[in-house]
């Protein structure tokens, strides 16, 4: 097991875990969307109800979802660890530093936009995967069948402006992560070519940092302004 204290102890190697953590939250992320989309059928919660019951009870997902979490744990720990190594190499910066002349704002503020990001999830998670696991869901029933309607919770956190608010800005800085997390993972990984990098760039900076963000902001609005009678 010398290779893995081999690897958390280099710099190259803690690249390379985070990386692959990394792009495993980003595909994570398009199964999530995709689910969520059920939030927009006019079906009274039914769809989403009955998606979060597959999510919660098949033995495949639920055993992605403990890779899922020590992932989200891993990568973070990662980003800390990299941003104090590279802190201490180099303690006193230059007198002369514009780093806005070699790369653009969202590599400069990774750090920034990871702790935004985390400290998100787990008022996220708290929202609703605790509540789901945890608090006192009511119960819906569909054909004799009864589930958890986390459709009601959704609702009732989605109906509060701030929260909505907050949802929102927080996929802002998302979009902003994505748009160089993305690409920059498989340039870790070594990924480069001429043919492909390009593919690798616009998923990166249009459907990761744009859709994605985009699809997910739009649902707490849709669901505030339904709770609201506004639509």
Request: charged share 10%; aromatic share 16%.
């Amino acid at each position: 097991m010398a290779w893995v204290t081999q690897t958390l102890s280099s710099s190259l190697g803690r690249k390379v875990i985070m990386s692959l953590t990394g792009l495993f939250l980003s595909s994570f992320l398009i199964v999530h969307m995709a689910g969520n989309l059920q939030l927009f059928k006019a079906d009274g919660g039914r769809a989403f109800n009955e998606y979060t019951y597959f999510m919660t009870h098949n033995p495949v997902i639920m055993t992605v979802s403990y890779l899922l979490y020590t992932s989200i744990l891993v990568h973070a720990l990662m980003a800390f660890i990299l941003t104090r190594h590279n802190q201490e190499s180099r303690p006193v910066k230059y007198a002369y530093n514009k780093p806005e002349a070699n790369s653009d704002w969202s590599s400069r503020n990774m750090g920034i936009l990871g702790t935004i990001l985390l400290l998100f999830i787990i008022i996220h998670m708290r929202t609703f995967w605790y509540e789901m696991h945890f608090g006192s869901v009511p119960m819906a029933e569909y054909d004799g069948k009864e589930y958890k309607n986390l459709y009601a919770v959704v609702q009732v956190a989605f109906g509060e402006w701030w929260y909505v608010l907050l949802y929102v800005l927080c996929m802002g800085a998302l979009g902003y992560h994505l748009a160089h997390g993305f690409q920059s993972g498989f340039q870790t990984l070594g990924v480069r070519h001429k043919k492909y990098t390009p593919i690798i760039e616009f998923l990166g900076k249009f459907f990761f940092a744009i859709i994605i963000p985009v699809a997910f902001a739009a649902m707490p609005i849709y669901v505030f302004l339904q709770v609201h009678h506004i639509i």
